[in-house]
């Protein structure tokens, strides 16, 4: 019972990663109907020039706040230059593979900058384990899922009551009716990225203290978050969210019970599965095809 | 562009031939050899990304299936290198084929996460199945290359790799210039067309998946022999990365270029090692750079070079081609006959209790208002929408719960209101697509190209030109379709759905767009087809083009059938009249009083 606990909690915790990241790939996948494939880099990204602010002596809170915002410009630039010039071509192939670039080049800097190996960020949030009914866990990571959630409700309230929120919408809807109505589609676009790239590294920080920052921990994390926004329905922020926290959560079961390599199996696997079986994911909205 | 790809070949066995007698040492040999095996690798993925339009970034994974089948099935059962690569190729291309099964629901992205999932699950698996795989230690004490029991030596077993991506190399390019080929371009361009010209877009896209899993899993095989030793961390994501990237920088679609990408990317780690540190970087850089400065890749930028430097003829001799009336003798029109044809979408009802009698070989217009439900009626027949209730005859066949590209091969034919053509396909290509359900050849004889497969595409060939020279188009056969003017493309669109020798032809708003002259000439070409035994279903906006052409008009309005007569009587119908100019108001009728 305790191991079930244990297993929850923490699978709530990286659960909470996946879906933050997923709700990236969301916000991405709304406004341009493409991705940044080195998302899973903006995360890493977040992660180490935190770890590499506290070395420069910056106190904690503006190290964070300064890799959060490094890790939303890294996304508007990458946005500029590696994803517009593609957009509109009618495969994808260009961008997925431009982004994939980018992301074998900011990992490559990261690790002359960071060194190859990993390294903690020290957080007061896991200072000290607390124990709840006899699991332990950090305080860190019981926040996590709650800043998950937190943001999707901010980002539903976001999308449906602020100007900018609408545009992003109307982008998602239509890109040339948008462009009539006066919306600047280009900086809608970029808007996007930014915002999910600022999720992504804030990801990235507030998960460096539970495993460990290095400059390899992106592709994986961002390969899974984008299994969770498929998995979820791309199109659905709650969808994203949920599927994130539960993806998590089974994978630290398997993990716990059978072992890493069979966590992938299954974690992928299902991703498959579901997308067999549901097109546009669980929470997805169908698109409609016309001839 | 023949005696090109003629020369090309000559160079490939050359250099295969050269390479070995002037290697300086072993090791210059054997990176050689490596670069021989992701050649076949890069060279059948491209069949997949080139000509299919499928992004595959799993390729690994099916590289490493070959490797790990081959080799156990080398160290357990002491198969030699070809029993157990032809092992590793099944095994693969198994796999591969269970892989496109996802396409079917789900393109673009969402297929390339699939693969990306399939490569990872794969190496996972190689690390967890320990009793099979020999989980992350790998498997050692692979045997040396043999044959019939027989070891091979360093010089056999690099000619077995040089014949082998010769062979591959030449079967990936006959099979692009056969009717399979120029099916897989189609369905990357437009699926919709593809499939209502007869072509099983899954069937189509199963075969692209299982040539790149074959080549890769004989691939696969042979490196594992090459090497001696593998472990799960040879096949990660980023070797499919590199694998696609061979295909990108070489020229996806091209005939070499997978090969020269892969020699690129083979060698390119030994180049990068100067810039130490800095090498992934530099590879990162260089990838983005191809995306940038050569989207075409190597070879497709510069054959595009080519064709512009010295470009062909523009046309064809209509005298190559045989006449329209010739192909598409010997058939029956046909009739096709809705009862109670109903569509429902949500609460609209789109269509309701639709039915229509269209006689073997006559013009038959429907026409009604904008949302009248004839789009509706055209895909539901053509196969596009299922019916919710009522059924479709085709000569008394009924078209219930088949696929589009089934009815197509029943002789229903079909153009499209905004024209479907295959863009970066020259125009004459465009009809050889039509033709593709009436070869009889298989993928042997398109890959071999025996004199049966040289005869029917010849015949193809003739038949296409012809059907181009009845519209109109010989002139321009050549072209790429997406640079005809809108009215050309119309005419194109009539000749590829001529080339599938249908019964009935299904013209959805032909003259949309056109100008005054071009709608003349239409109405002609319209009457020409039904003297050549075709029936012809005709949608229409335009009342002067349907009440000159059609023998009989059917009215739709607001999803219902409100009358279906000759012209004339049409023309005077109450209820017709009302549809089109609105009926009498009663705010008319006081003003009047």
């Not at chain 2, 800095?278 to 890749?297: D, E, I, N």
Request: hydrophobic residues 55%; proline residues 4%.
């Amino acid at each position: 019972m305790t191991t079930a606990l244990q297993y929850t909690l923490s699978g709530l915790a990286i659960g909470g990663i996946y879906a933050l990241v997923a709700l990236g790939f969301h916000i991405m996948w709304s406004a341009a109907k493409a991705v940044n494939f080195a998302h899973g880099d903006t995360l890493m990204i977040g992660a180490v020039l935190a770890v590499m602010g506290v070395d420069a002596g910056l106190p904690l809170p503006l190290a964070c706040l300064l890799a959060i915002l490094g890790g939303a410009l890294f996304g508007v630039v990458l946005e500029r230059f590696a994803v517009r010039p593609f957009i509109g071509a009618n495969a994808s192939i260009g961008w997925m593979l431009t982004t994939i670039a980018v992301g074998i080049m900011a990992e490559s800097l990261a690790t002359m900058q960071f060194g190859g190996f990993s390294r903690p960020l020290p957080s007061p949030g896991v200072a000290r384990a607390i124990s709840i009914f006899g699991a332990g866990v950090y305080p860190q990571e019981l926040v996590i899922p709650a800043v998950a959630v937190l943001t999707m409700i901010a980002l539903h309230v976001m999308q449906r009551h602020t100007l900018v929120g609408r545009a992003m919408q109307a982008v998602a809807h239509n890109r040339q009716a948008a462009a009539l109505m006066g919306i600047d589609v280009d900086r809608i676009v970029m808007f996007s990225f930014g915002l999910a790239a600022l999720l992504g590294a804030g990801a990235g920080v507030l998960v460096a203290p539970v495993i460990q920052a290095s400059a390899s921990m992106g592709v994986l994390l961002g390969l899974k978050g984008f299994a969770v926004a498929i998995i979820g329905g791309i199109t659905s922020g709650p969808g994203v969210v949920l599927a994130g926290l539960a993806f998590g959560v089974m994978e630290k079961f398997v993990e716990g019970y059978i072992s890493t390599a069979a966590r992938e199996i299954v974690g992928f696997s299902a991703m498959i599965l579901v997308l067999l079986a549901f097109p546009q994911g669980l929470f997805g909205r169908r698109e409609i095809f016309k001839v | 562009m023949k005696t090109l790809h003629i020369l090309g070949f000559a160079l490939l066995a050359a250099i295969l031939v050269a390479v070995p007698l002037t290697s300086g040492n072993e090791y210059e040999l054997r990176l050689f050899m490596l670069f021989l095996i992701y050649g076949v690798i890069a060279v059948g993925l491209n069949v997949l990304v080139g000509l299919t339009g499928l992004v595959s970034l799993g390729q690994a994974g099916l590289f490493a299936l070959g490797a790990y089948t081959g080799a156990i099935l080398a160290i357990r059962f002491g198969l030699d290198l070809v029993v157990a690569s032809v092992g590793a190729a099944l095994v693969a291309g198994l796999f591969g084929a269970a892989l496109a099964y996802p396409s079917v629901r789900v393109r673009g992205v969402y297929l390339a996460v699939v693969t990306i999932a399939f490569g990872l699950i794969v190496e996972n698996v190689a690390i967890e199945w320990q009793s099979l795989t020999g989980g992350t230690t790998g498997l050692t004490g692979i045997p040396g290359p043999n044959l019939f029991g027989y070891p091979l030596s360093g010089y056999a077993f690099y000619a077995v790799l040089a014949v082998t991506l010769f062979f591959a190399t030449l079967a990936t390019h006959n099979l692009k210039h056969s009717g399979y080929g120029r099916a897989m371009l189609a369905v990357a361009q437009s699926e919709t067309a593809a499939r209502s010209l007869g072509i099983g877009a899954t069937g189509i896209r199963t075969l692209a998946f299982a040539v790149a899993a074959v080549t890769a899993g004989i691939a696969g095989s042979f490196y594992a022999f090459l090497n001696a030793y593998i472990s799960p961390d040879i096949f990660t994501f980023s070797d499919s990365v590199r694998f696609l990237l061979m295909v990108i920088l070489g020229g996806a679609a091209s005939t070499f270029g997978p090969v020269l990408g892969a020699f690129i990317l083979t060698y390119l780690p030994e180049v990068l090692q100067r810039f130490a540190e800095w090498q992934k970087f530099a590879y990162g850089a260089l990838l983005l750079a191809v995306m940038f400065g050569l989207p075409g890749g190597i070879l497709g930028t510069l054959g595009q070079l080519y064709a512009r430097l010295r470009p062909g003829p523009r046309g064809v001799d209509p005298a190559e081609g045989i006449p329209a009336a010739e192909t598409l003798a010997g058939r029956e029109p046909a009739s096709l006959e809705t009862v109670g044809l109903t569509v429902r979408f949500g609460g609209l009802t789109a269509l309701s209790a639709a039915s229509v009698r269209v006689a073997p070989g006559e013009i038959h217009a429907l026409i009604g208002p904008n949302g009248a439900g004839k789009s509706t009626f055209v895909n539901t027949i053509s196969g596009f929408y299922r019916p919710s209730e009522g059924g479709v005859q085709l000569d008394g066949t009924d078209l219930a719960g088949r696929k589009v590209h089934g009815i197509a091969r029943l002789g229903l034919a079909r153009t499209f209101q905004n024209t479907e053509l295959f863009g970066q396909m020259t125009v004459l290509e465009n009809v050889l697509v039509g033709g593709f359900s009436h070869h009889s050849y298989g993928l042997p004889g398109a890959i071999l190209r025996t004199p049966g497969f040289r005869r029917e595409e010849a015949a193809c060939r003739a038949a296409a030109i012809g059907l181009l020279d009845f519209v109109g188009l010989s002139e321009a056969a050549n072209e790429q379709a997406r640079f005809l003017p809108f009215g050309h493309q119309r005419r194109l669109e009539i000749a590829r759905a001529l080339a599938t020798r249908p019964r009935l032809l299904l013209l959805d708003e032909p003259a949309a767009g056109l100008t005054t002259q071009e709608i003349d000439e239409l109405e002609g070409m319209i009457r020409k087809i039904a003297g050549l035994g075709v029936s012809v279903l005709l949608i229409e906006h335009h009342v002067d083009l349907i009440m000159a052409v059609a023998d009989t008009v059917t009215v739709l309005d607001y999803g219902q059938i409100i009358a279906s007569d000759r012209p004339e009587a049409v023309q005077s119908d109450p209820r017709v009249i009302e549809a089109y100019f609105g009926g009498p108001s009663a705010i008319l009728d006081e003003e009047a009083a």
